[in-house]
DNA sequence: TTGAAGCATAAAGAGTAATTATGAATCATG
DNA sequence: CATGATTCATAATTACTCTTTATGCTTCAA
């Protein structure tokens, strides 16, 4: 089944305007055979005819003034079809979607959206905070562009891009025997109960790994699956814990919690930004990962500034 | 410059449905190559990457997404435009435009014009009264289908179809002393005073022709422009006049003015219908060429049996 | 680990559309 | 009234585009 042909519709269009297959070629750059064998195909497509020649004079049949109007209609479609595509290949219109996995989702990634967000208000930015697995799955059925996380996945062809350290920082109640002791030495710990995330958690299996290395046996106090009741419970001196550092810009700021000074602590890992190596990234998603790129290392600096 | 192939944007719109290039090529049929090439060609012509091959399952791009919409879009235009070019084709959709001399026009193509719009009453009608030099102007510069006409064009390349005899009879006052009488010796005419239309007019030429011929002067008693002015004064008795049959009907049937039986007369003449030689009649103009040509006879058969 | 599924790539052939050169008809003009 | 300019049609050739077949690579389930 023969489908239209736009070629022949365009030159159409232009042949209609001027009523004239001389004049159509001459502004197509094309020579005037090549016009009018275009318009006969067009004719002999559509069943109509769409010009009458009378004389020398080339005049429009009721059919072609028809068909000029669906020209022009389909040729607006057809325009702001192609500024669609043109706003698209910029990054400054589009989707966004990103997830992010609990902590750095909770605590460092808002702050970047809001900025990028400044930046490139026209893009629409959607950010899914999940877990490891539910992030992966994500990832590889395409449902976010690009994840912020600590322990990628190993299986699946990914471009990976450290994004910015995230220091695991022992903290405790201010009023805890250990606080402000400086150079605690690591084997003190063994003596303190702890608080800790769910098994599968970064922050937990960092903790596990250090006390095995050192052969010293973790005391649990508590297990919890969030940390704002871990950073409560430790305030309410139920024990000590590991955490993000930048999970605890507020409590250290009031003096609810402070950091201990241990041996081998903080414990400094990465946070990468992660996609699938097939994926095409689109112009925005290409700026969004600049964007993030340079503005988490001055985010770090500035927080490490303020610590000090 | 590389317009937008709707072929390719069709490939697409198909591939976008269901996701897969070889599901997309069995329905097109088409090889799966084929189908790869022409996304490959479109998303160059548009500049944006319009699928994401993750594994192997295919998706949509967020530049796919959009032209998939703008595809249904176009299509549907496209659509509606093949619709009106059926319509087109079909003789009972359409415009149909018909220019007619002053007499034919006003007793004869009115009658005819009504008939043919209860058979196609979607076809939109305009009627022409125009004179001998403004229709064929009217003809040539393609402002009408065809006109209906007794003398035709010479100079200009015209299909010409014989349309209705236009019976020119001489009419007079009942009270004349012409009146009722049979085979009247063409002799008699010449101590007549005539009405007569101003000269161009197809009558007044008939009347000097055979006034010519018979190698009689014709006695001028006033020269109208207009038939219904002939009319009014024959019945008031300023004379006889030249007229076609078909524009008496009323005048005789209410005994205003009879028919004189002179030797010679009636002088039948055509009306034709007339086009020009390159016009591509539309459907609608080829049925009501056909539909006046039949019609027209029964028409005339008519008028002859009332007359009787 | 093997085989099926899905897409890409390359070479060859069929079909489409461009160009040049030329012809026929119209129409204004010296 | 014949000449030349204008306009579109036709024909042959060439260039280009698209399709197909054959094949390879990667993924993913069994």
Redesign the pocket.
Known sequence: M?TL?L??LA?FQVVAKH???????EEL?????????????LEANLGVKL?D??????HLTRAGEELYLYGQKIFSVIDEMHETMESIRSPYYGRLSVGADTTVGSYVIPDLLGKFHQAYPNVEITMDVLNRVMLENAL?SNRVDMAVMGNVPVD??TVIEPFAPNELVLVAAPFHRLAGRIKIPFQELAREHFLLREPGSGTRAALETVFQEANLPLEISMQVGNNSAIKKGVAAGLGIALLSRVALDMELETNRLVILDVEGFPIVHQWRLVHLK?KNLSATARAFKTFLLQHADWRVRRKELKEV
């Open positions: 023969r042909n070629h022949q030159t009523c004239s297959y001389v004049r159509a070629a750059h094309f020579s005037q055979p090549a016009v009018s064998a275009q318009i006969r195909q010009f020649q009378i004389g020398r004079k080339t590889v699946i062809p097939e």
